[in-house]
T-cell receptor, first 115, second 114 residues
Framework: EAQVTQNPRYLITVTGKKLTVTCSQN?????MSWYRQDPGLGLRQIYY???????DKGDVPEGYKVSRKEKRNFPLILESPSPNQTSLYFC??????????????FGNGTRLTVT | AQSVTQLDSQVPVFEEAPVELRCNYS??????LFWYVQYPNQGLQLLLK??????LVKGINGFEAEFNKSQTSFHLRKPSVHISDTAEYFC????????????FGSGTRLLVRP
């Protein structure tokens, strides 16, 4: 089954404790992206990647890191989480190779709480 | 800069009633338009998209949307809703002249009551 898999689904952590949220897709998609969803703000892009070893900042990259060493994986790293990073996070992928109408395929989300 | 506005944060309706979820956008260039749906505890799924051609676009689950260039709107409609349509709906745009980047609205929660 074609899917985007995020882990974990739920995560509670404390301020300053490094964490990684994994994202993997099995559709051989070039494009991958991370979003955070907050009430009243919709989805905001954190980072995106057009291909292996190519990553770029989205609208809200501060406090996050990503890597794209393999095509299928795009982990999100919080080196020193803070309470304002408490949010619902989504990973998405797309077959985009120049056609803007390529749809995004989303994972089921990771709900992160930082205390 | 482009932006997407969904004025209604929540829309309650009774089952089998019609519904319209509003979306307005602003952009200095032409855009592609999308509606995504998010069911509880799930990621977003593409509902429909407008790229070009007919301004009335039909999507999955009986939804449709109409692109109105003069009013810069892309409202989502369904003539008769079901309980299972309860979800959050997001309007999104991509500029035709820039990188592949979706700008999302803040979302509208559709609450269908029996």
């Amino acid at each position: 089954e074609a899917q985007v898999t995020q882990n974990p689904r739920y995560l509670i952590t404390v301020t300053g404790k490094k964490l990684t949220v994994t994202c993997s897709q099995n559709m051989n998609h070039e494009y991958m992206s991370w979003y955070r969803q907050d009430p009243g703000l919709g989805l905001r892009q954190i980072y995106y990647s057009m291909n292996v070893e190519v990553t770029d900042k989205g609208d809200v990259p501060e406090g996050y890191k990503v890597s794209r060493k393999e095509k299928r994986n795009f982990p999100l790293i919080l080196e020193s989480p803070s309470p304002n990073q408490t949010s619902l996070y989504f990973c998405a992928s797309s077959p985009y190779t120049g056609e803007y109408n390529s749809p995004l395929h989303f994972g089921n989300g990771t709900r992160l709480t930082v205390t | 800069a482009q932006s997407v506005t969904q004025l209604d944060s929540q829309v309650p309706v009774f089952e089998e009633a019609p519904v319209e979820l509003r979306c307005n956008y602003s952009s200095s260039v032409s855009v592609y338009l999308f509606w995504y749906v998010q069911y509880p505890n799930q990621g977003l799924q593409l509902l429909l998209k407008y790229l070009s051609g007919s301004t009335l676009v039909k999507g999955i689950n009986g939804f449709e949307a109409e692109f109105n260039k003069s009013q810069t709107s892309f409202h989502l409609r369904k003539p008769s809703v079901h309980i299972s349509d309860t979800a959050e709906y997001f309007c999104a745009v991509i500029r035709m002249d820039s990188s592949y980047k979706l700008i999302f609205g803040s979302g509208t929660r559709l609450l269908v009551r029996p």
